[in-house]
Nanobody, 124 residues
């Protein structure tokens, strides 16, 4: 069983930055890719970013490319999402998820454990 706990969300003005963290339980964290997804009000959950098991490869949704950076610290069982140049349309609940494999994935069906989510809101 894996538990994922996100933190770091909050209110932020357009153009600002936030860093989300996701702490994972379990001894197999470093074997699996991790991902971030988000869900805005009345919209479907969408892929944001993924990082492979070692942290050597990443992939991003076009909407966040160049602004967001995913990273991981396997010694701390934690994955991060650095969000810069935030836009009003980034307002959403952000979820971290554990992949079923060690490789990059951008489909929800490829993830088997999810956190409870953390809210990011534009305060402009």
């Amino acid at each position: 069983q894996v538990q994922l706990v996100e933190s770091g969300g909050g209110l932020v003005q357009a153009g600002g930055s936030l860093r989300l963290s996701c702490a994972a339980s379990g001894r197999t964290f470093s074997s699996y890719a991790m991902g971030w997804f988000r869900q805005a009000p009345e919209k479907a959950r969408e892929f944001v970013a993924s990082i492979n098991w070692s942290g050597s490869s990443t992939t991003y949704a076009d909407s966040v490319k160049g602004r967001f950076t995913i990273s991981r610290d396997n010694a701390k069982n934690t994955v991060y999402l650095q969000m810069n140049s935030l836009k009003p349309e980034d307002t959403a609940v952000y979820y971290c998820a554990k992949s079923k494999s060690g490789w990059l994935r951008n489909s929800m069906r490829d993830y088997d454990y999810w956190g409870q989510g953390t809210q990011v809101t534009d305060s402009s």
